[in-house]
């Protein structure tokens, strides 16, 4: 899955010579919480919902309510946008928009084709994506199990359950306890929790968790 595929697209920009006042009411208007700046179809900046609150005056202020309203009304996005931009072109593999994000404490890249800003992809399409990937939307039998690192373990697993007709709904791998295993988790359709449990045991070195998982 590449970052094109899960963009936000158009995307909703505001300008840098927005006051921030309007540039605030503008995002909460669309129910967004970022906004790439863009000027003369250049992109500039990226302003978030934080950066503008965090320009307005402390409530401990001695300034009168009109001096705190004409001074936040002289305050631009441009005033208080991020100016180095991380960005990623359309063709990235999702995993590594995720980790740039992660390694980086962002909430959100512009995604780029060539020098133009094709869309944007956020941590919220990232939780829908792990959602799909988790199964969380569809009923089974849920089973987390750590496994032998070797090779073969995991089709004995993946056989086991397909020879009893069961329908793999979500199927992911994480690192284990340590370089000896791995930490499978899946969810299974059509089978029920007692027969998957026996099916499974056999092949997996602690199973960690098993439950049926409504949708």
Same mark, same amino acid.
């Given at each position: ?28 208007? @669309? ?58 072109? #359309?063709?990235?593999?999702? #995993? ?22 094709? %869309?944007?992809?956020? #941590? ?10 988790? %199964?969380?939307?569809?009923? %089974? ?10 090779? =073969? !373990?995991?089709?004995?697993?993946? !056989?086991?359950?397909?020879?009893? !007709? =069961? ?8 690192? =284990? ?23 499974? @045991? ?14």
């Amino acid at each position: 899955m590449l970052v094109g595929d899960r963009m936000k697209h158009p995307v909703i920009t505001v300008s840098p010579e927005m006051a921030v006042v309007d540039a605030l009411s503008f995002l909460r208007k @669309e129910k967004i919480r970022r906004a790439p700046v863009v000027k003369d179809g250049k992109l500039v900046g990226i302003v978030s919902e934080k950066d503008l609150l965090n320009a307005s005056p402390s409530t401990a202020t001695s300034l009168s309510v009109w001096e705190v309203n004409y001074l936040v009304s002289k305050i631009l996005v441009k005033d208080v946008m991020t100016k180095k931009i991380l960005t990623v072109p #359309e063709n990235t593999p999702i #995993e590594e928009a995720a980790r740039t994000m992660a390694d980086n404490k962002i909430g959100a890249l512009p995604v780029m084709r060539d020098d133009q800003m094709v %869309g944007i992809i956020t #941590e919220t399409d990232l939780f829908k994506i792990f959602l799909e990937l988790m %199964g969380a939307r569809e009923s %089974g039998v849920r089973v987390t199990a750590l496994i032998p690192e070797k090779p =073969g !373990q995991l089709a004995k697993v993946t !056989q086991a359950i397909t020879n009893a !007709q =069961g329908n793999f709904i979500a199927f992911v791998q994480f690192a =284990g306890e340590d370089p000896s295993n791995r930490l499978l988790s899946f969810k299974v359709a059509d089978l029920t929790l007692g027969e998957v449990r026996t099916l499974v @045991e056999p092949f997996v070195d602690t199973l960690v968790d098993i439950r049926d998982s409504p949708a």
